[in-house]
């Protein structure tokens, strides 16, 4: 039995392991096209498009019947999902991801955690708990994310490079050299809307609770509202058009892996070991993206970014060990995934990236 538990618990963190590794490529991935020129919106709605009709199946097959309780206030939700998620958030994530670097994107995604709890606490939804030895904890992580990204985008320091020429003639190295206080804000704004996404998702669920509808509907949505909205910006015929290439690759990549696989896996992590446990595996994606950026693309590491993303890390590690021991304390004789607010931050969370 005791081997069987065992066994169990190495399938669900290979499973996360798994997940945060198909991320990574993702990332790297994105970065490239779209430092050849690929269109942002053409390539959010095609990748919404493969997740949809990726994740479709299993919404007809799973929640038979989910699809007729759609009222007039879950449209309404699913709507504002997609445009928070989709067309905005993964919209500026991908300019700002183009100006920037893979890394330095990916560690503005593990501080969305850190901003949806400030914003719960501002809407009232959650409490700092100060007065207990868990919100201290929770706190003391917030501060430490927060610290930890400012040292990452101002502090440089000595800066190492695997291979000095690469990192000088590289043409993804080139291409955003020039533009980082604006993708910064860019990327900034994608987290705000992201992080308002998660909150979003909490009403979403509790009008329509149909995890797998819930998700292909958004899907469709963002997809349709990216196709409008990069339409008001470019109609050219080459800004859509798909040929044979990485750029297609990407997109397969990241509608049925990003997006499909991800969302099958974290929802059957989450039944078995609570909605608690996918967010601890995220800062694996930002330590394999920035090593896979130093390696592969000859991106330098400073001594800022690694000290950065470490107070990173160990912030997102105490503020997630204090909510799971908070939760502990509230809901003793939970069910795994029970708790409506943190289970779909967690079921669907990263999801859109």
């Known amino acids: 039995m005791g081997s069987k538990g065992w066994l169990q618990k190495s399938q669900w963190a290979l499973g996360m392991v798994f997940v945060e590794v ?16 690929s269109f942002v919106f053409a390539v959010i709605a ?22 007729r309780r759609i009222s007039w206030a879950a449209s309404f939700w699913i709507f504002t999902n997609a445009l928070c998620g989709v067309t905005i958030g993964m919209g500026l994530y991908y300019y700002g991801l183009a100006a920037t670097s893979a890394t330095y994107s990916v560690s503005f995604l593990n501080m969305a955690p850190i901003v949806t709890f400030a914003m719960s606490v501002t809407a009232g939804i959650e409490k700092l708990g100060l007065r207990s030895k868990e919100g ?16 990452f985008s ?14 000088q003639n590289h043409p993804i190295i080139k ?52 196709t409008v909205v990069g ?13 044979w ?18 969302f099958c896996i974290v929802s059957w992590v989450i039944t078995n070991q609570g909605p608690t446990y996918p967010p601890m595996f995220g800062p694996l994606c930002l330590i394999f993206v920035a090593f ?30 204090g909510r799971i021991k908070e939760a502990k304390k509230l809901i003793p004789k939970t069910t795994n995934g029970g708790d409506m607010e943190t289970g779909s931050e967690s079921t669907n969370g990263g999801d859109i990236f």
Do not use: D
């Open 136 to 151: 201290r904890l929770k706190i003391g992580g917030v501060i430490l994310c927060v610290g930890g990204a400012l040292v």
């Open 231 to 243: 339409l008001l910006i470019n109609r050219s015929k080459a800004a859509w058009e798909l040929r």
């Open 46 to 67: 095609y990748r919404h498009l493969v997740a949809a009709i990726f994740v479709a199946p299993f919404a007809f097959f799973m929640e038979k019947g989910m699809e």
């Open 292 to 321: 896979s950026e130093f390696l592969f693309f000859g991106q330098a590491i400073s001594i800022g970014t690694l000290i950065g993303m470490f107070m990173i890390i160990v912030g997102l590690y105490a503020f997630l060990w």
């Open 245 to 262: 290439n990485l750029e297609l690759l990407t997109i397969i990549y990241s509608g049925a892996l990003g997006t499909g696989a991800k």
């Open 175 to 226: 291409a955003y050299s020039n533009s980082w206080a604006r993708g910064s804000l860019m990327l900034l704004g994608s987290l705000l809307s992201v992080s308002f996404w998660y909150v979003l998702q909490v009403r979403l669920f509790k009008v329509y609770p149909s995890k797998y509808w819930a998700t292909t509907l958004t899907c469709a949505v963002g997809c349709l509202q990216s």
């Open 22 to 37: 198909a991320l990574t490529g993702l990332q790297l991935l994105s970065r490239v096209i779209l430092s050849q020129g």
């Open 154 to 167: 101002l502090y440089k320091g000595k800066t190492f490079h695997i291979r000095p020429s690469l990192s």
